[in-house]
């Protein structure tokens, strides 16, 4: 099981990614409070350490510059959070050789259906929300995703930690988890729940 811990923004996170090892980190380049730019992401990632790989969080980005933005930061990875499309997938697909993930809002198994055929390398189910397109903290609805087969391999979002990471896994069984506030005081990253985290998920994570 694969483990991304996101929001990140600083150089004292990038030391926590180092001393727990998660298999991706995020940076989030979208409209929120974990916001950064692609040159702080570029700097960020020359200290991460090697094996670890990055996403870039976007959300409805023209594709001109999302790909600017990958170019800059050095993203290994790019995590489309908003209302992207089939089409707008295939066309970052003749821009870059980048891994794409596509985040779904789950309202019902519809979201997910439709998003199984974008052609995406992997999913992350996420809460729905109106006014959203991410870290809400929110569950997502287990129950849909748990009862409908998908085919693309997906990372569970939304509202995981301590207290539900256990049961989201042995519920689901995932392809990996992906968790932002979850590893979070005071909006900053903390060194003592991500700590817990990995103890809950060091078991499973060399299972796939």
């Known amino acids: 099981m ?7 923004r600083s150089s004292e996170d990038i030391e926590y990614m180092n001393e727990f090892r998660p298999d991706y980190i995020g940076y989030v380049f979208a409209p929120s409070p974990r916001r950064i730019t ?6 960020l990632n020359k200290k991460l350490a090697i094996g670890i790989r990055s996403a870039g969080v976007f959300v ?3 594709v001109d510059e999302l790909i600017d933005a990958v170019k ?22 003749k821009l870059t050789d980048k891994k794409i993930w596509k985040a779904v809002r789950v309202r019902d198994s519809s979201d997910i259906v439709r998003a199984d ?6 999913l992350v ?20 995703i748990s009862n409908i087969r998908i085919s693309t391999p997906f990372f569970m979002a939304g509202g995981i930690d301590t207290s539900n990471l256990s049961n989201c896994v042995s519920e689901i069984d995932p392809y990996g988890i992906d968790i932002s506030g979850g590893i979070e005081t ?22 796939s």
């Not at 055929?117 to 992997?122: H, I, K, R, Y």
């Not at 870290?135 to 287990?142: I, N, P």
């Not at 060194?191 to 809950?200: A, L, N, V």
């Open 2 to 8: 694969k483990l991304k811990l996101c929001g990140i």
């Open 38 to 43: 692609p040159k702080h992401a570029r700097k």
């Open 60 to 62: 409805n980005e023209p």
């Open 72 to 93: 800059i930061s050095g993203v290994d990875v790019i995590q489309l959070h908003g209302d992207e499309t089939r089409e707008y997938i295939s066309e970052l697909r």
């Open 117 to 122: 055929m974008f052609g995406a390398d992997a």
């Open 125 to 144: 189910l996420d809460s729905y929300s109106r006014s959203r397109y991410g870290g809400t903290g929110k569950t997502s609805d287990w129950d849909v």
């Open 186 to 207: 005071d909006g900053h990253k903390d060194h003592e729940k991500i700590k817990q985290i990995m103890k809950i998920i060091n078991p499973y994570r060399f299972d």
